[in-house]
């Protein structure tokens, strides 16, 4: 169980990246009071953990309903969270809030869910993480475990916005650009990781093995 929470929270952490949200935060908290933007980082943080344990939880139902392999969800999964890793490793081109949202946003009595939840904390590559990762639970304690994994992702996140003024000014720009490329090739090592374990138990699976073995057999027959 310590396993899977270890690997959800550092599959997520990087993709969520909290420390990237934090210019975000600061700019679009800017003028306001200290009470109204703490109120706004918590409501983030509890928007963020609603959207990623629905998805934890109610992804096993989508996996069946569709009728998709968990194999092919770990590597479809690994693929986009490799892009996203692509993307932060060159942080000018994975620029996900444009200027006109972020001062549609300034004149929102609210920006906790957007643009703040989704999709800075928990966007598409964070939902990917967790389906990736809700697909290899096997039982109760393994959905327990990832859903740890994600409260303690949250719980960093929102320490990070709580703490934004002060993670600005001592990382400055030169340290938070860097802090994104770091996590972004964590994001790719762990993305390839996920592309690997897919192929591998599609590999050793019965779909995949079934079929050689029936055409091998049919041509020793007809030998």
């Given at each position: 169980?310590?396993?899977?929470?270890?690997v959800?929270f550092?599959?997520?952490?990087p993709i969520?990246?909290?420390?990237?949200?934090?210019?975000l935060?600061?700019?679009?908290?800017?003028?306001?009071?200290d009470?109204?933007?703490?109120?706004?980082?918590?409501?983030?943080?509890?928007?963020?953990?609603?959207?990623?344990l629905?998805f934890?939880?109610?992804g096993?139902?989508?996996?069946e309903?569709?009728?998709?392999?968990?194999?092919?969800?770990?590597?479809?999964g690994g693929?986009?969270?490799?892009?996203?890793?692509f993307?932060?490793?060159?942080p000018?081109d994975?620029?996900?809030?444009?200027?006109?949202?972020?001062k549609?946003?300034?004149?929102?009595?609210?920006?906790?869910?957007?643009p703040?939840?989704?999709?800075?904390?928990?966007?598409?590559?964070?939902?990917?993480?967790?389906t990736?990762?809700?697909?290899?639970?096997d039982?109760?304690?393994?959905?327990?475990?990832?859903?740890?994994?994600i409260?303690?992702?949250?719980?960093?996140?929102?320490?990070?916005?709580?703490?934004?003024?002060?993670?600005?000014?001592?990382?400055?720009?030169?340290g938070?650009d860097?802090?994104t490329?770091?996590?972004?090739?964590?994001?790719?090592?762990?993305?390839?990781?996920?592309?690997f374990?897919?192929?591998?138990?599609?590999l050793?699976s019965?779909?995949?093995i079934?079929?050689i073995i029936?055409?091998?057999?049919q041509?020793?027959?007809?030998?």
């Open positions: 169980m310590f396993e899977i929470v270890m959800t550092l599959a997520l952490l969520s990246n909290p420390f990237s949200t934090v210019p935060f600061l700019s679009l908290t800017k003028g306001q009071s009470a109204w933007a703490q109120k706004q980082a918590l409501r983030a943080c509890i928007f963020m953990a609603a959207i990623l629905t934890l939880w109610s096993a139902l989508i996996i309903f569709f009728g998709i392999s968990i194999p092919a969800i770990r590597v479809a693929i986009i969270i490799m892009r996203v890793g993307g932060m490793l060159n000018a994975a620029e996900e809030i444009s200027d006109e949202a972020k549609e946003s300034k004149k929102m009595s609210d920006i906790a869910f957007t703040l939840a989704m999709p800075s904390l928990s966007g598409p590559g964070s939902i990917s993480v967790v990736t990762m809700a697909a290899g639970a039982d109760l304690v393994g959905y327990a475990a990832v859903s740890v994994g409260v303690a992702v949250v719980f960093i996140a929102w320490l990070a916005l709580r703490s934004a003024g002060f993670i600005s000014r001592a990382l400055g720009v030169v938070l860097a802090l490329r770091i996590m972004g090739f964590l994001l790719i090592c762990i993305a390839f990781q996920f592309v374990d897919g192929l591998a138990e599609y050793a019965e779909r995949f079934t079929p029936e055409s091998l057999q041509f020793e027959g007809e030998s």
